[in-house]
């Protein structure tokens, strides 16, 4: 069978498995719908949750970022895994003993105050549909690639897919969907990694592959790697940094209190039994979690040198870089670099015009690396390789057979619409039960809220589908965007609404408002007001990344810092929380009486 | 608050503060601020600054959440606020 034959197969089964689950499952009423009637164990929820979190940026864009960022791409890592240990400590079984629905509904209560939901609904939908525009990019890259049609036209089919079993399922759907999600998409990760850490090492386990030595040499894989990209001008390894120390240090410190405060993840933990079972949630959903985040980087190290290998033959036989026989002929380039050229993605352009493709830094600051390029006549880099590609590319680049390939597409796939699928859960709640509910129309029937949720479903598809075809760059990007717009607003909140009795609502409010402004003002001056292109103001803030040299991406650590203060200072001037507030502190901080989320409030 | 449960919160507090600081040590401290000093010592072929920052800290992170909830469970149970 021929490959793109293959991947139809292999596509179309697993989609008939999701939309399958998604009809079995059809929920029946309003808690079913949202939380899946509160019977889900802590493993399965874990699954579900580890799926859910796992997009199209940690399947498809991650490890081709690590892959050419090298150690600091470990923000990414240490980042996205760390804000679970803080979701597990200080917000899930909290939360799950306040025994509501949404993210706003706590907020609105613990502050005893509409307006206080109604501005956690704003923030809750900023950082969502954020997020989910970088889904919907996802969702159309990959589909275009392997359905072989426009990226335009992978965004309508992604959209009318996730529109199926969201809208139709809700959240019981949901749930045994993205496990079936999240075996596909571990598959589809772990295997190509499995068999090119066998090839390069000797070694089945990536994790273990990535540390050890080179198949026949006694030179471990890392000091080979090192030493090539070094050779070739690139900085070394194991210890570029991204930007500055402090600039890693914010961008992780971002992601990870981004995890804990994003509204779809903290869902989740409303979906378990009990207070003990959302802190054992939380656990298992970092063990299947840390299934891809430890291979990840084995398969950036690795397609590194794979890649850099499959253009200059002298990687392999110890030779000289520079030599003129060891640069690929370009007549002689394998298949996949052809069918990736195809997209776009993938560029060659004889600058020296030998026919052979040069591979290496030519902005390098090491001089030795500039030297010899000069003597060798080479006269610029001729291959550009999109960062994204890497991951779907890397089976093909190691030639392993066409099931793996169509395997990892499948993967891709499941990662951006389970991911797409939660967030939309999460919209919609936040519209129909805190918005529509909660302050237009308190006494709407079960019938009719239901309807306001899946019509919001269907909106935000829309709209996100179409941000999604003109959007502020790829899915990586604006996915952390959306990190720092939740750290920056929604986690301080919860958190000083379980650990300090003394917040009162004007210090929430106050804090979330400038938590969320700051924050959007320094990123909209980067990538434009509400990520239309040309509206950048740059100059009004001193030219790009004028804070500190923090990128926009890690400025969500500041904007949480800013709303930590706010708060503490507008709630000491203002009036502390009545009583009764203060006895629902008590007793959200101890599990006993944890009842079954209740559909009627 | 009555006495039992604030000697409970604050046994949960102090569980807390344990905890993040091991979370703190492992990824900005050992991951980054201290990644370049450990990089001199190696594991297997991995620089272990590098290692901490790309394996080490995932590793202990699991650990740590499954060791708070163990230990949460016992003091629920020690102060009676367990749930049935």
Same mark, same amino acid.
């Given at each position: 069978?021929?490959?793109?034959?293959?991947?139809?197969?292999?596509?179309?089964?697993?989609?008939? !498995?999701?939309?399958?689950?998604?009809?079995?499952?059809?929920?029946?009423?309003?808690?079913?719908?949202?939380?899946?009637?509160?019977?889900?164990?802590?493993?399965?929820?874990?699954? /579900?949750?580890?799926?859910?979190?796992?997009? /199209?940026?940690?399947?498809?864009?991650?490890?081709?970022?690590?892959?050419?960022?090298?150690?600091?791409?470990?923000?990414?890592?240490?980042?996205?895994?760390?804000?679970?240990?803080?979701?597990?400590?200080?917000?899930?079984?909290?939360?799950?003993?306040?025994?509501?629905?949404? $993210?706003?509904?706590?907020?609105?209560?613990?502050?005893?105050?509409? *307006?206080?939901?109604?501005?956690?609904?704003?923030?809750?939908?900023?950082?969502?549909?954020?997020?989910?525009?970088?889904?919907?990019?996802?969702?159309?890259?990959?589909?275009?690639?392997?359905?072989?049609?426009?990226?335009?036209?992978?965004? #309508?089919?992604?959209?009318?897919?996730?529109?199926?079993?969201?809208?139709?399922?809700?959240?019981?759907?949901?749930?045994?969907?993205?496990?079936?999600?999240? $075996?596909?998409?571990?598959?589809?990760?772990?295997?190509?990694?499995?068999?090119?850490?066998?090839?390069?090492?000797?070694?089945?386990?990536?994790?273990?592959?990535?540390?050890?030595?080179?198949?026949?040499?006694?030179?471990?894989?890392?000091?080979?790697?090192?030493?090539?990209?070094?050779?070739?001008?690139?900085?070394?390894?194991?210890?570029?940094?991204?930007?500055?120390?402090?600039?890693?240090?914010?961008?992780?410190?971002?992601?990870?209190?981004?995890?804990?405060?994003?509204?779809?993840?903290?869902?989740?933990?409303?979906?378990?039994?009990?207070?003990?079972?959302?802190?054992?949630?939380?656990? &298992?959903?970092?063990?299947?979690?840390?299934?891809?985040?430890?291979?990840?980087?084995?398969?950036?190290?690795?397609?590194?040198?794979?890649?850099?290998?499959?253009?200059?033959?002298?990687?392999?036989?110890?030779?000289?870089?520079?030599?003129?026989?060891?640069?690929?002929?370009?007549?002689?380039?394998?298949?996949?670099?052809?069918? &990736?050229?195809?997209?776009?993605?993938?560029?060659?352009?004889?600058?020296?015009?030998?026919?052979?493709?040069?591979?290496?830094?030519?902005?390098?600051?090491?001089?030795?690396?500039?030297?010899?390029?000069?003597?060798?006549? &080479? =006269?610029?880099?001729?291959?550009?390789?999109?960062?994204?590609?890497? $991951?779907?590319?890397?089976?093909?680049?190691?030639?392993?057979?066409?099931?793996?390939?169509?395997?990892?597409?499948?993967?891709? !796939?499941?990662?951006?619409?389970?991911?797409?699928?939660?967030?939309?859960?999460?919209?919609?709640?936040?519209?129909?039960?805190?918005?529509? =509910?909660?302050?237009?129309?308190?006494?709407?029937?079960?019938?009719?809220?239901?309807?306001?949720?899946?019509?919001?479903?269907?909106?935000?598809?829309?709209?996100?589908?179409?941000?999604?075809?003109?959007?502020?760059?790829?899915?990586?990007?604006?996915?952390? !965007?959306?990190?720092?717009?939740?750290?920056?607003? !929604?986690?301080?909140?919860?958190?000083?609404?379980?650990?300090?009795?003394?917040?009162?609502?004007?210090?929430?409010? /106050?804090?979330?408002?400038?938590?969320?402004?700051?924050?959007?003002? #320094?990123?909209?001056?980067?990538?434009?007001?509400?990520?239309?292109?040309? *509206?950048?103001?740059?100059?009004?803030?001193?030219?790009?990344?004028?804070?500190?040299?923090?990128?926009?991406? /890690?400025?969500?650590?500041?904007?949480?810092?800013?709303?930590?203060?706010?708060?503490? $200072?507008?709630?000491?001037?203002?009036?502390?929380?009545?009583?009764?507030?203060?006895?629902?502190?008590?007793?959200?901080?101890?599990?006993?009486?944890?009842?079954?989320?209740?559909?009627?409030? | 608050?009555?006495?039992?449960?604030?000697?409970?919160?604050?046994?949960?507090?102090?569980?807390?503060?344990?905890?993040?600081?091991?979370?703190?040590?492992?990824?900005?401290?050992?991951?980054?601020?201290?990644?370049?000093?450990?990089?001199?010592?190696?594991?297997?072929?991995?620089?272990?600054?590098?290692?901490?920052?790309?394996?080490?800290?995932?590793?202990?992170?699991?650990?740590?959440?499954?060791?708070?909830?163990?230990?949460?469970?016992?003091?629920?149970?020690?102060?009676?606020?367990?749930?049935?």
């Amino acid at each position: 069978m021929d490959l793109q034959t293959t991947i139809y197969l292999v596509v179309g089964l697993t989609f008939a !498995l999701y939309i399958g689950i998604a009809v079995w499952a059809r929920a029946g009423s309003t808690s079913e719908f949202y939380v899946a009637g509160g019977g889900v164990g802590p493993r399965i929820n874990g699954m /579900a949750t580890a799926a859910d979190w796992m997009s /199209a940026a940690s399947f498809i864009s991650m490890a081709g970022l690590i892959s050419n960022m090298g150690y600091g791409g470990a923000l990414f890592l240490m980042g996205w895994t760390g804000g679970y240990v803080l979701l597990a400590l200080l917000l899930a079984p909290y939360l799950r003993k306040f025994g509501k629905f949404t $993210v706003p509904q706590f907020i609105g209560d613990r502050y005893y105050s509409q *307006t206080a939901s109604t501005v956690a609904v704003l923030c809750l939908l900023v950082a969502s549909l954020t997020y989910i525009i970088g889904q919907m990019t996802g969702v159309g890259v990959a589909f275009s690639r392997f359905l072989g049609v426009s990226s335009d036209t992978g965004i #309508y089919v992604g959209m009318a897919i996730v529109f199926t079993y969201a809208v139709f399922g809700g959240m019981k759907g949901i749930t045994y969907t993205q496990v079936a999600q999240f $075996v596909v998409l571990i598959f589809a990760y772990t295997v190509p990694a499995v068999f090119i850490s066998m090839q390069l090492t000797g070694n089945p386990i990536p994790q273990l592959g990535l540390g050890s030595n080179m198949v026949g040499s006694d030179i471990s894989l890392l000091q080979k790697l090192d030493q090539v990209v070094v050779e070739l001008g690139f900085g070394q390894y194991t210890t570029t940094t991204a930007g500055s120390t402090l600039n890693m240090f914010a961008y992780t410190l971002s992601l990870m209190i981004g995890t804990a405060g994003l509204p779809h993840v903290i869902m989740r933990f409303f979906t378990v039994p009990s207070v003990a079972a959302a802190r054992l949630s939380a656990g &298992w959903a970092l063990v299947f979690i840390a299934i891809l985040y430890t291979t990840a980087p084995a398969v950036a190290g690795m397609a590194k040198m794979n890649l850099i290998g499959t253009v200059n033959t002298a990687v392999a036989s110890n030779g000289d870089l520079y030599a003129t026989d060891s640069s690929l002929k370009y007549e002689e380039r394998p298949d996949w670099m052809k069918r &990736w050229e195809v997209t776009g993605l993938l560029k060659f352009e004889d600058k020296n015009g030998d026919g052979r493709i040069q591979y290496y830094n030519d902005k390098t600051k090491n001089a030795d690396a500039a030297a010899k390029a000069e003597a060798a006549g &080479w =006269k610029g880099n001729e291959l550009a390789v999109n960062a994204d590609i890497i $991951v779907l590319a890397n089976p093909e680049i190691a030639l392993l057979p066409n099931w793996v390939i169509a395997l990892v597409a499948a993967g891709g !796939l499941a990662a951006a619409l389970s991911t797409a699928a939660g967030l939309l859960l999460a919209i919609s709640s936040a519209i129909s039960h805190d918005l529509v =509910k909660g302050v237009f129309k308190p006494n709407i029937s079960e019938k009719g809220e239901l309807m306001a949720g899946k019509i919001a479903m269907s909106v935000s598809i829309v709209v996100a589908g179409y941000l999604g075809l003109n959007p502020p760059g790829f899915a990586a990007g604006t996915v952390a !965007l959306a990190f720092g717009i939740a750290a920056s607003s !929604l986690f301080p909140a919860i958190m000083m609404g379980i650990f300090s009795k003394k917040m009162n609502k004007e210090g929430a409010i /106050a804090g979330m408002l400038s938590g969320l402004f700051i924050t959007l003002f #320094y990123v909209f001056a980067h990538k434009g007001l509400f990520f239309i292109k040309g *509206t950048e103001y740059l100059p009004l803030i001193g030219g790009p990344n004028s804070f500190f040299g923090i990128t926009p991406e /890690a400025f969500g650590a500041v904007g949480a810092l800013v709303n930590f203060i706010v708060a503490f $200072v507008v709630d000491k001037f203002t009036k502390a929380p009545p009583e009764h507030i203060q006895h629902l502190v008590e007793s959200v901080r101890t599990p006993r009486g944890a009842k079954a989320v209740d559909g009627r409030h | 608050m009555d006495k039992s449960g604030e000697a409970y919160w604050k046994a949960t507090l102090g569980l807390l503060t344990k905890i993040l600081v091991i979370w703190f040590l492992v990824s900005f401290g050992a991951g980054i601020l201290f990644a370049d000093m450990l990089n001199g010592i190696h594991l297997g072929g991995y620089p272990l600054g590098f290692w901490f920052a790309q394996q080490g800290s995932i590793y202990i992170f699991v650990a740590l959440i499954f060791y708070y909830a163990k230990k949460m469970d016992q003091i629920d149970r020690k102060f009676d606020v367990h749930e049935e």
